[in-house]
């Protein structure tokens, strides 16, 4: 059709006729079509280059939309291995995980294991804010804690703490990576932090505020094995974009 057009419009104006030069002009169109052809499929390919880069780079592409915490536990000769058998007992073994810090985004939903599970595939790259602790020392005592802290209101961000520790109980753990959460959070929010206060007068005046909806924590611990082998506990929060 670019052909035909142009080759219509070349012989719009009238002039001498001679097989000579009708040879010299359908030649001379012939190549400023596909000229024109070779331009118009570059530029195509262009556009749907820069719709893939413009889409990259899209920030809201790496907002997490969900998130769901999970724990475990592994013993083993190996360090390494008990690793991988608390992440197995956490059911993320399967996946790549890169470890991320403390926020959770705006309006991100928690779900359950199960759920957030449907939405990462064996092998996939997944980011984690995770809490690990491992001893060979028999019955010892240690724990790993992810604490969460969320605001009241869903358009702003909260935070998530991750604590571990040795010689301390789940609850006490747990407790600890809490309350680091709630602090990060309400100094966040410009809740007033006063040095002079016991830290129970403090969180009850930020949980008066209104401004602090909820905090939990999700802990893992155990004892060292009674045979010096490797025991690794973990606690994640895993972000699912």
Known sequence: MI??????????????ISSGSCILKMTIAVCHCVMLIFINRNSKVMNEKTVHVESLSDPMHYVPKAMFFTKGKGIHKEYLTSFELALRDAKISDLNIVSVSSIKPPKCKIVSIQEGRNFLLPGQISFAVMARASTSEPNRLIAASIGLANPAYEDQYGYLSEHHSTGETAQRAGDYAEDMAMEMLATTLGLPSDPSLAWDEREEQWRLSGKIYKTQNFTQSAEGHKDGLWTTVISAAVLIL
Request: net charge positive; charged share 20%.
């Open 3 to 16: 052909c035909k057009l142009y080759f219509e419009r070349y012989h719009a104006i009238p002039q001498p």
